[in-house]
């Protein structure tokens, strides 16, 4: 049965909304911004802007908020600035006193916002993380130091997880044809732009477009292409280019002369210069009959971006910027940003280095593949008595025997590393870290890191109560100065435990049995 009862469409003042009632203290929104740093990251945000000069900027909380809801919910720029406008829950997060039906910023600000803050802010926050949850060693808030040994030196403590991965740019998947068909499009309009500047004098530069497009789009309907067919139709391709810039070149000349100034644009200047050196790049492998050369130019509009040779099944190359991240207690750090190639056993040291850094001591335990565990880095990791799950270099000992305990450890420590590849997944599937659209380097490197510090201010807030309960335990430690034998027993018994998601009442569950 459906019951449906014909009125006239009501007007926008007669809609009610419940918008007089409170705000549900529970839903997820009112809960996850009492666990986001904003102060720590208004101090950050600050220190780039010019506090003297200049107009009146934005206030930090819309600004990490609105990019904290833009990743967390995978919307893009105009979307999140429409979320926020009609959800008076996000309202609120992003620090709004009443709700407001107009967009707290232009879409457009949020390319601004991403150059100011690079992804050294963003890792900045997520150390703050670590610290304020672990209670980290650090110099700059006096914190205690870490337990030292007999002889002085201070004991290891903790694993730390490492590995590489590539955050892929949101781009066309480049062929050596589609590249410089598209190189030939762009100096086609650069001509009729040109030449219209200079009054249309003479007869129009012959660039033979319709032949070239009937000869890409025959190309190009093909399923498969034989060796011969792609060197025939990049020939053409880099004749079609090579002549179109000639054109070019000389219509700079009459058009300056024309109009009394240059007469591309900057980002017109910036494009001729990307096709120019795709055209030397194509040229050589042409004439080399090779796939490859050194800084290798995949998109024209992103000229920053390489190929990353990664051997997977599903991809062998990838395009984007190859991160060299370390997990640290689930909280994953950018320990190298690269846009070139390179060899990720050569992050070992940095990223146990930075780990020292944050917590005052070396992990006990690196948990790495097989690429780290170098002649060189086995060295220097034995030095600080670091142990790595790889297997000792050399034959086998025959005499060598293991105990059941022994191969059980060694077992779930190299099993313990697949939790970086979940930190992977998570971003690539639940963030879209394989689809990173801005197009810019610093934006980029911007919108990556900030999908790095949401999955960190989730885990974070994750075990907020539990971080709670420790300083709860901390301060009745110092304030009370108890020696009672059960108090000590039962506050390390909760120390020690760790809750998976119900936090404090699992400790108490426990405590009971």
Same mark, same amino acid.
């Given at each position: ?365 690196? /948990?790495?593949?097989?690429? $780290?565990?170098?002649?060189?880095? @086995?060295?220097? #990791? +034995? %030095? ?5 799950? !790889? ?34 997944? /998570?971003?690539?599937?639940? $963030?879209?870290?394989?689809?990173? @659209?801005?197009? #810019? +380097? %610093? ?5 990556? !890191? ?64």
């Amino acid at each position: 049965m459906v019951k449906y009862q014909s009125v006239r469409q009501l007007k926008i003042e007669e809609f009610k909304t419940p918008f007089l009632k409170s705000l549900l203290p529970d839903n997820r929104w009112v809960e996850l911004s009492k666990v986001v740093p904003w102060d720590k990251f208004a101090a950050i945000y600050m220190s780039v802007m010019n506090l003297e000069t200049g107009r009146p900027g934005l206030s930090p909380r819309i600004v990490l908020g609105a990019m904290i809801i833009k990743h967390l919910e995978k919307l893009d720029d105009r979307g999140a600035i429409a979320a926020i406008q009609e959800n008076p829950y996000m309202q609120y997060f992003v620090g709004l006193e009443e709700f407001s039906p107009h967009p707290v910023f232009d879409p457009s600000l949020f390319v601004e916002i991403r150059k100011r803050i690079g992804h050294e802010k963003f890792d900045e926050l997520t150390n703050d993380l670590i610290r304020s949850l672990s209670g980290g060693f650090d110099q700059k808030h006096n914190s205690s130091p870490a337990k030292k040994k007999e002889d002085g030196s201070i004991k290891n403590k903790g694993k730390l997880q490492i590995d590489a991965t590539v955050a892929d740019q949101y781009i066309t998947f480049p062929t050596d044809p589609g590249l410089l068909n598209e190189c030939r499009k762009k100096c086609e309009g650069m001509i009729d732009k040109l030449y219209a500047l200079t009054g249309k004098k003479g007869v129009k530069p012959r660039t033979y477009r319709r032949n070239m497009d009937k000869a890409y789009i025959s190309y190009s309907k093909k399923k498969n292409h034989s060796k011969p067919e792609i060197r025939k139709i990049k020939r053409k391709l880099l004749e079609a280019v090579k002549r179109d810039m000639k054109h070019i070149d000389r219509l700079l000349d009459q058009a300056e002369v024309q109009v009394g100034r240059f007469p591309l644009t900057r980002q017109e200047q910036k494009l001729l210069w990307v096709i120019h050196t795709v055209y030397e790049q194509q040229q050589q492998m042409y004439r080399e009959n090779s796939n490859s050369c050194p800084n290798r130019i995949v998109s024209i509009y992103q000229p920053h971006v390489r190929p990353i040779p990664r051997g997977k099944k599903k991809s062998k190359t990838e395009f984007g910027s190859k991160l060299g991240v370390g997990l640290d207690n689930g909280f994953a750090r950018i320990d190298t940003f690269s846009w070139d190639a390179y060899n990720e056993g050569t992050d070992l040291k940095k990223q146990v280095e930075a780990y020292r850094i944050l917590h005052g001591h070396y992990p006990e335990l690196v /948990q790495a593949d097989q690429i $780290y565990a170098t002649k060189e880095n @086995r060295k220097w #990791l +034995k %030095e600080r008595n670091i142990r790595i799950t !790889a297997p000792p270099l050399g034959r086998p000992k025959a005499k060598e025997k293991e105990t059941p305990y022994f191969r059980r450890k060694k077992r779930k420590e190299k099993a313990e590393r697949n939790h970086i590849e979940g930190k992977f997944g /998570q971003g690539k599937n639940g $963030y879209n870290l394989n689809q990173i @659209r801005a197009r #810019l +380097k %610093e934006t980029s490197e911007s919108w990556v !890191a900030c999908i790095f510090f949401v999955m960190n201010l989730l885990k974070y807030a994750g075990n907020f109560s539990f971080a709670y309960f420790l300083a709860l335990y901390k301060w009745l430690r110092q304030t009370l100065s108890v020696q009672s034998v059960l108090f000590g027993q039962t506050m390390e018994l909760l120390v020690n435990f760790q809750p998976a998601n119900n936090g404090v009442e699992q400790c108490l569950l426990k405590i009971n049995r």
